[in-house]
C-alpha cells in the first residue's frame, strides 16, 4: 500500500523554525517528484514548494522565497521542508504529495500530484 506520512509539525512562535518530514512507505521515492502544500482554515490549498526526482531542481512559492528549504534522502525514503523565520499567516495544515517523474528536469506547485498524505497541523502563534 502506497503511503505517504508527514511528521514534524506543531505550535511555534512567530519567527521560529520547524521542520517537516515527508516519509514514504510501500514504494521508493528515487522516481518521485514531491510537492509541499498547505490549507488554512477557509482557504483553499496552495503550494508551498516542490523538489524533482534527483533533487536538483526545486520550486517555491513566492509567500516562503527565502525562508522555506526542500530537500531529499532517497536513502531515507524522505523529503523535508525546513521552514525559518516563521509568520502567523504560515499557519496551516501541510500535505506532502507524490507523483511519478523520473525524468523531469523541473517540478510544480501545482496540484497534479497522484498521492497525498494526511497532514500536520503548523500553528505559528505567540
Known amino acids: 500500500q502506497l503511503q505517504l506520512v508527514e511528521s514534524g509539525g506543531g505550535l511555534v512562535q512567530p519567527g521560529g523554525s520547524l521542520r517537516l518530514s515527508c516519509a514514504a512507505s510501500?514504494?521508493?521515492?528515487?522516481?518521485?517528484?514531491i510537492g509541499w502544500f498547505r490549507q488554512a482554515p477557509g482557504k483553499e490549498r496552495e503550494g508551498v514548494s516542490c523538489i524533482n526526482s534527483s533533487g536538483g531542481s526545486t520550486n517555491y512559492a513566492d509567500s516562503v522565497e527565502g525562508r522555506f528549504t526542500i530537500s531529499r534522502d532517497n536513502a531515507k525514503n524522505t523529503v523535508y521542508l525546513q521552514m525559518n523565520s516563521l509568520k502567523a499567516e504560515d499557519t496551516a495544515v501541510y500535505y506532502c504529495?507524490?507523483?511519478?517523474?523520473?525524468?523531469?528536469?523541473?517540478?510544480?506547485?501545482?496540484?497534479?500530484?497522484?498521492?497525498w498524505g494526511q497532514g500536520t497541523q503548523v500553528t505559528v502563534s505567540s
Open positions: 504529495a507524490a507523483r511519478m517523474d523520473p525524468y523531469s528536469a523541473h517540478c510544480t506547485i501545482l496540484p497534479h500530484y497522484d498521492y
Open positions: 510501500g514504494f521508493t521515492l528515487d522516481h518521485y517528484a
